[in-house]
């Protein structure tokens, strides 16, 4: 079934958490495109778009209390997931509304942060322009929005199977999840009998091999509306001016600098031009981006100088991603590879291995005397980019030496999560209000987190493979599932000590748990 608007709403879509959504990415990347970010210390307003089934509305509620988070949602039941979730993790801060673009309730106010994933690229035009719409009359002065949308020219060569999944799903009988099975039956029946079009587009034929091992429901949503588009950025960037808003930025971070999305061949081109909309427009002819997080803001505020960075931008830690990272750093990031190395990044590292700070704090210690403050920002803001460090909304402590031994999970949030998605086959995501964003780990990490935080240590192999008899859980070894008990046994005992040892520091460190009080 669809909406007026060609929308599917018979078929939920699939939970998912995007880091990317937190006010923390969206306020570090327009930072680092000089534009002074919405504050965060206190009552900052955000709203979702396009919610679904609420994760990432949720887990961003429970990280940052300080403010308020309203979703938008089309589908009754995506909105009767999220009001179950609010309910249950105590969200005073957050509220699930049914309704359309055109309907939003009129003292629904303005709001610091936007954002919609997973809409844009998936509606009619009509309600890309009740988005604008949204945009021009409900974000903030200064405020940001974050849009994220299918691409070209990355999109060119894989439009095809996407016209002929849903031709084929129309002619077929049964509900969604039926039509979407057989569509991609028929698609994998024409690829191996070689149609031509698989021929010749060899990324396309092995691309239908990704699509087997996705959701069916994510399948559905992403090929079956009535309404969808791929969309030039120069296509984006216009219509959001069209409502007066500016592109301060994009997401990941790395796709805000050039030389890390173009290979050598291709990077003095940009160079020669300081037009940002024509150097973007470049970048995804050279990288064949197929997916963009764009940020826009309204009415933006240019950082001029170093000092106006330190002063204007308050709730920005940097720490290292990980205590063992060595240099040099190799990384890939999907056109070009880079190395990180030098005495700067070595500095850098053992700081903040130790450490979250603030850029202010980063520039004031003793060993970086020498070292221009320009350049100390630079090399901050590229190890972001490369995977050396991560932002968080505020400073997390160092790793403590002793965890204590009876730990709990303070946040109502976090236990529903965890009692309601441990082995549920996906990704599971906890709120974080030292970073302002979501910690993920593995559904089978959260079986384990969730037994230690009900019982402890004792027995804790015991109880986890209790846990995964009685939800029929598999584990593998190389590729195959494991039959023989001892062999099941020792993996499960192996990975409850590694937990143990590397992860619940982690989460100490973090907040996540915390030292039970006697009773």
Not at 15 to 22: A, Q, V
Not at 488 to 503: H, W, Y
């Amino acid at each position: 079934m669809t909406t007026a608007t060609g929308y599917i709403t018979d078929l939920d879509y699939i939970p998912g958490f995007y880091p990317h959504m937190s006010p923390t990415a969206i306020r570090y990347a327009a930072s680092l495109n000089r534009v002074i970010p919405p504050a965060t210390t206190d009552n900052f307003r955000y709203l979702e778009l396009g919610c679904g089934l609420g994760n990432s509305l949720t887990t961003l509620a429970a990280a940052n209390p300080q403010g308020e988070f309203v979703g938008i949602d089309i589908n009754p039941s995506h909105i009767e997931t999220v009001d179950k979730i609010i309910s249950a993790g105590g969200l005073n801060n957050a509220k699930a509304i049914h309704s359309d673009f055109v309907s939003l309730p009129k003292d629904i106010g303005t709001f610091e942060f936007i954002s919609l994933h997973g809409v844009f690229s998936w509606v009619s035009p009509e309600v890309r322009e009740q988005i604008l719409r949204i945009a021009k009359n409900h974000l903030a002065p200064g405020g940001l929005l974050l849009v994220s949308y299918n691409a070209m020219p990355g999109w060119a060569h894989l439009q095809p199977i996407r016209g002929i999944l849903r031709q084929y799903a129309q002619l077929r009988q049964g509900d969604t999840t039926q039509r979407i099975r057989d569509a991609l039956n028929y698609l994998v029946f024409i690829r191996d009998k070689k149609a031509k079009y698989f021929e010749d587009n060899p990324q396309a034929a092995a691309y239908v091999d990704s699509l087997l091992k996705q959701d069916l429901r994510y399948l559905a949503h992403e090929y079956l509306n009535e309404h969808w588009t791929s969309f030039y950025f120069s296509e984006v960037a216009a219509m959001f001016h069209s409502v007066e808003m500016a592109f301060v930025g994009s997401l990941p971070i790395h796709t805000n600098f050039w030389d890390l999305c173009v290979r050598p061949e291709f990077q003095d081109l940009f160079r020669t031009t300081n037009n940002r909309l024509v150097t973007e427009s470049h970048k995804d002819f050279c990288a064949n981006t197929a997916f963009r997080w764009d940020i826009y803001s309204k009415q933006p505020q240019v950082i001029e100088n170093v000092e106006d960075r330190l002063r204007l931008i308050d709730n920005l830690y940097f720490r290292a991603v990980r205590n063992d990272i060595k240099l040099p750093h190799k990384i890939n990031l999907g056109v070009v590879s880079s190395t990180v190395q030098g005495p700067l990044y070595e500095i850098l590292l053992a700081t903040l291995s130790q450490d979250t700070l603030p850029l202010a704090e980063i520039l004031s210690h003793a060993q970086l005397n020498d070292n221009v403050p320009a350049d100390i920002i630079r090399a901050v803001d590229a190890g972001v980019a490369m995977g050396l460090f991560e932002v968080a909304a505020g400073p997390v402590p160092p790793s403590p030496e002793n965890i204590p031994e009876h730990l709990f999970i303070p946040l109502p949030f976090n236990q529903f999560i965890l009692r309601n998605e441990q082995l549920s086959g996906r990704p599971v995501s906890l709120a974080c209000a030292a970073t302002g964003t979501g910690y993920s780990l593995s559904d089978f990490d959260a079986a384990i987190l969730y037994e230690l935080s009900e019982a402890g240590k004792n027995n804790l192999a015991d109880r986890v493979l209790a846990q995964l008899s009685k939800n029929e859980r598999s584990i593998q070894k190389d590729g195959k599932p494991i039959t023989d008990d001892k062999i099941r046994r020792e993996v499960v005992e192996q990975a409850c000590a590694r937990f143990l040892s590397q992860a619940v520091p982690q989460l100490y460190r973090l907040g996540i748990l915390e030292s039970k009080p006697s009773s």
